[in-house]
């Protein structure tokens, strides 16, 4: 049962770039808050979930090790690492940025957010990326 959560987690993450790009779309492009809201909301409901489910795949101490050798094992593990450190960044700036959102301080909002969107972006991209390169290649 546990090793579907793998699968699991790739779909939420790829929900929540696509959330999180449609969310920038919205606030850069069409200046409608009410929509971005809703997409940046429905992205942190997402990558909430992702992370339950992450932690509850790990907590069953499931680990698949990287099959891969030579430079594709080196590429993976770049991506790997730099995924993990910048994800231990992501979650207290995605609750700051929501935070100052909420308490409708949206010109600290905004200057954060320029920071927690890309770093939210390649957290959720390259969580598939490893997926990927784990699972499918």
């Known amino acids: 049962m546990y090793e579907n959560l793998a699968h699991l ?52 101490a499931l680990h698949r090790p990287y099959p891969g050798t030579g430079t594709m094992r080196v590429v993976y593990f770049a991506v790997l690492i730099s995924h993990i450190v910048l994800a231990a960044v992501t979650l207290p700036l995605v609750l700051a940025t929501l935070w100052l959102a909420v308490r409708r301080r949206f010109v600290g909002h905004a200057r954060l957010a320029r920071w927690t969107f890309p770093i939210w972006s ?8 490893v997926y990927l390169m784990l699972y499918v290649f």
């Open 122 to 129: 390649y957290v959720s991209v390259t969580g598939v990326v």
């Open 9 to 60: 987690n790739a779909l939420l993450n790829a929900t929540s770039a696509v959330l999180l790009a449609l969310g920038y779309r919205a606030i850069r492009w069409r200046k409608d808050t009410r929509v971005h809201a809703r997409y940046m909301v429905a992205a942190f409901i997402t990558s909430t979930l992702f992370l339950i489910s992450y932690l509850t795949y790990h907590y069953h």
